[in-house]
C-alpha cells in the first residue's frame, strides 16, 4: 500500500551542483523534484516524486548514489539479463556505484530520496578513513536491501529538515558524511581495515572553532566549513570535535543558535521573525519549531517568562 504523498513545497534553489549529476539528470524529466541541494562540497541530495512507466538507464555516473524508496517502489525492477530483479518497495535501499551503467523497469508510483556523491569526494573520504589509495576501495553495486541505520537517517535526520535554512544544512551536511562513513565501514571492498583514530582537538583549536561558530550562526554553516577553521578533514574533525565537546557538531551549533536566540528574546525591540533570520533560522515558523522542540517553549513563551 502506497502511503499519501504529502503536500511538499520545492525550497531548492535552482542551478545548484546537483544538476551536474547523471543520476538526477536522468530523472528530471520525468519525475517531479520536490527538493534539492548542495551540503558541503562532498554531498548533495534530491528527493523526488514519480508516477511512470518507463525504461530509465543512468550511463556512467562519475558519482556515488545512496537511494532509499520512501514510498511506493514496488513496480521497479532492476533490469539485469533476461530476468529483471524484483524487490523494490518502502524503505528498500540501492546502492549505485560511480561509473556503472544500470537500467531500470519503472511502473507506477514512487517517492525517492538520493543522496549523491562526488567521486572525489569519495576518494578523500577513503584516504582520510584508511591511509591507502583510493583505487584500491571498491564500491559494489546493491540493489533492493534493507539497512535500518541508512532508512531511520534519511527519515528521520534528513527529510524532515528545511534544506534551505542554515540552521538545518549543517545537519543535512552531517548526516550525509556520516552516511558517508557508514558506506566505507559496511559496503566497501575494504570494510574489514581498521580506521585512523585521532584524539580531541586542542583547546586552541576549540577556542578557534568556538569563535567561527559564534560569528557566523546567522550563515549556512557545513561541516567542511568548520573543520577548515581546525585544518582537519571533515571526517576527522566530527569525530575529534565530538571526543572533545561530548556532542556532534550539528547539535552543537544548532544549541548555540538557541542560546543566541535565547539573549535576543531578551530584547522586546527586536520581533521574532528578526531574530530567526539573524540565528539562521529561514522563517519565525522555523525558529519556532526548533526552540520549542529544544526548550519546550515558544519562543513568544519564553520571551514572556524571561521578562
Known amino acids: 500500500m502506497i502511503v499519501p504523498w504529502k503536500q511538499d513545497v520545492p525550497m531548492f534553489v535552482p542551478n545548484g551542483r546537483y544538476q551536474n549529476f547523471e543520476v538526477y539528470n536522468q530523472l528530471i524529466g520525468d519525475a517531479e ?3 534539492a541541494g548542495d551540503f558541503g562540497d562532498s554531498i548533495s541530495a534530491a528527493h523526488w516524486r514519480r508516477n511512470a512507466d518507463v525504461m530509465t538507464r543512468y550511463t556512467d555516473p562519475d ?10 517502489g514496488t513496480g521497479i525492477k532492476r533490469q ?3 530476468d529483471p530483479l524484483t524487490g523494490g518497495g518502502p524503505g528498500r535501499c540501492c546502492l549505485m556505484p560511480a561509473h556503472l551503467t544500470s537500467d531500470w523497469v519503472v511502473n507506477g508510483e514512487v ?8 567521486h572525489s569526494a569519495w576518494e578523500r573520504a577513503v584516504v582520510e578513513a584508511f591511509d591507502i589509495e583510493p583505487n584500491a576501495v571498491e564500491v559494489p553495486e546493491k540493489t533492493f536491501f534493507l539497512d535500518p541505520l541508512i532508512e531511520q537517517t534519511i527519515r528521520h535526520a534528513m527529510l524532515p529538515l528545511d534544506w534551505s535554512a542554515p540552521a538545518d ?3 543535512m551536511s552531517s548526516a550525509g558524511q556520516m552516511l558517508m562513513g557508514h558506506m566505507l565501514r559496511s559496503y566497501s571492498s575494504k570494510r574489514d581495515l581498521e580506521f585512523r583514530v585521532r584524539g580531541g582537538l586542542s583547546p586552541q583549536i576549540r577556542r578557534r572553532v568556538f569563535d567561527f561558530i559564534e560569528a557566523n550562526l546567522d550563515q549556512p554553516l557545513s561541516l567542511e566549513q568548520i573543520s577548515a577553521e581546525a585544518g582537519l578533514s571533515p571526517y576527522h574533525f566530527a569525530r575529534m570535535f565530538r571526543q572533545s565537546v561530548g556532542e556532534a557538531p550539528h547539535k ?4 548555540r543558535r538557541i542560546e543566541a536566540a535565547k539573549r ?3 530584547d522586546p525591540a527586536l520581533s521574532v521573525a528578526d531574530i530567526a533570520l539573524a540565528t ?7 525558529l519556532t519549531t526548533r526552540f520549542s522542540s529544544f526548550t519546550g517553549l515558544t519562543p513568544a513563551k519564553f520571551r514572556s517568562v524571561a521578562r
Open 80 to 82: 539485469i539479463g533476461p
Open 280 to 286: 539562521g533560522f529561514s522563517s519565525q515558523a522555523h
Open 33 to 35: 523534484l520536490l527538493n
Open 264 to 266: 535576543m528574546l531578551r
Open 169 to 171: 544544512r549543517m545537519a
Open 63 to 72: 558519482h556515488h548514489t545512496i537511494s532509499l524508496y520512501v514510498n511506493g
Open 111 to 118: 517517492e525517492l530520496f538520493h543522496l549523491y556523491i562526488p
Open 252 to 255: 552543537y551549533v544548532l544549541r
